[in-house]
C-alpha cells in the first residue's frame, strides 16, 4: 500500500493484486485507505492472485490474474513475505517474557520471534512493528545481560500514505464492534476496537495524542470501556 501511494504520481497507472478480501484486512482503516488510493487512480484486484509473469526479451509485459485477466506491465513490485525455512530455528522461537528461546545463549526478537503480550494475558502473538522489534531488542539484551526484565509493550503501528499518517495501537483481533468518531471524509477520525466491552485497540488519522495517550492507559494496565469511548 505505501509502494502503490509513492508510486501513484510517479507511474501511469498503478494496479495492487492482492490474496485478501481487502489490504490490512484485519484493520478498519480499509476504506478509507481504498478510497484515499482510488481517487490517485490506483486500481485494487482483490481476493485474486498472480497466475503467471509473462515478458519478452527478458522485459515484464503482462500479468495474468489468477482468474484470468490480464493486466499489461512495466515493472512489478512483488511483497509475498517470507517463510522460516530453519525448522530447528523455528521450534526454538518459544514464547519466552524474557525473550529466550529454549537453545541456551540463543534469544530471539523482531519479526522472526513470538512473544507472549500481557495485554491479552500474556496470549503468544507475533507482530511485525517497528516499535515492538524495538521492544524485543531492548529485552533480548537485557536478557544476554542476566537482567531479568519482563517485557511489557504495548503495540503501538504508524505508516504514512499520501503524506497521512495513520496510527494503530493494542490489539484488536477479535473485535466485535467499533466506536468511531471525526469523518473518513475529512481525513480526521479516531476508532476503537471493542472487545469484551473494552477499548482493545484504536487507530486514527489527524488525531494526535489520542493512539499514544491509549498507549500510556494500556501500559498502565488502565481500560477504557465501550460506554466510556462512546
Ligand atoms: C513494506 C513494509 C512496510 C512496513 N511498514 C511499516 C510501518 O509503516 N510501520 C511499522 O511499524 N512497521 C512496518 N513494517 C514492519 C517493519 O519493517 C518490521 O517489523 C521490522 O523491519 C522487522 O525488523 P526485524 O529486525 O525483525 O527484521 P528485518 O528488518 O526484516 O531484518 C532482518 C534482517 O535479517 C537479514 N537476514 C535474513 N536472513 C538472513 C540470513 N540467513 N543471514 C543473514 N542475514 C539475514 C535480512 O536481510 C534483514 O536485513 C513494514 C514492513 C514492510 C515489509
Same mark, same amino acid.
Given at each position: ?7 501513484? +504520481? ?8 492482492? &490474496? ?5 484486512? &484485519? ?9 484515499? @488510493?482510488?481517487? *490517485? ?14 515478458? *519478452? ?8 490474474? !489468477? ?6 506491465? +512495466?515493472?512489478?513490485?512483488? #511483497? ?19 525473550? !529466550? ?9 523482531? +519479526? ?8 491479552? #494475558? ?20 537485557? &536478557? ?43 481525513? !480526521? ?5 471493542? *472487545? ?17 495517550? @491509549?498507549?500510556?492507559? @494500556? ?12
Amino acid at each position: 500500500m505505501e509502494v502503490a501511494a509513492y508510486l501513484s +504520481d510517479k507511474a501511469a497507472s498503478v494496479t495492487v493484486i492482492g &490474496s485478501s478480501k481487502f489490504p490490512f484486512q &484485519s484493520s478498519l482503516v480499509i476504506p478509507l485507505l481504498l478510497k484515499m @488510493l482510488e481517487e *490517485k487512480n490506483v486500481t485494487f484486484y482483490t481476493s485474486n492472485g498472480v497466475a503467471e509473469i509473462r515478458g *519478452k526479451n527478458g522485459k515484464v509485459k503482462e500479468v495474468v490474474l !489468477k482468474n484470468g485477466e490480464v493486466l499489461p506491465a +512495466d515493472i512489478v513490485i512483488v #511483497g509475498i513475505g517470507m517463510y522460516n525455512k530453519f525448522d530447528i530455528a523455528v521450534t526454538a522461537f518459544i514464547s519466552h517474557r524474557f525473550m !529466550k528461546t529454549n537453545i541456551p545463549d540463543v534469544f530471539a526478537a523482531g +519479526d522472526v520471534a513470538s512473544f507472549p503480550l500481557p495485554l491479552v #494475558g500474556h496470549k503468544r502473538v507475533n507482530i511485525g512493528h517497528w516499535q515492538l522489534v524495538q521492544a524485543h531488542g531492548r529485552i533480548s539484551g537485557l &536478557s544476554m545481560l542476566n537482567q531479568q526484565v519482563a517485557i511489557n509493550t504495548v503495540p503501538y503501528f504508524w505508516t504514512m500514505l499520501l503524506g497521512k499518517s495513520i496510527r494503530y495501537t493494542g490489539y484488536g483481533e477479535g473485535y466485535t464492534d467499533i466506536v468511531f468518531k471525526g469523518s473518513t471524509e475529512e481525513r !480526521k477520525f479516531l476508532a476503537f476496537y471493542i *472487545k469484551d466491552e473494552e477499548v482493545a485497540a484504536a487507530a486514527s488519522l489527524n488525531f494526535d495524542p489520542a493512539a499514544a495517550r @491509549l498507549v500510556e492507559m @494500556l501500559l498502565m494496565g488502565k481500560r477504557i470501556t465501550k460506554a466510556q469511548a462512546q
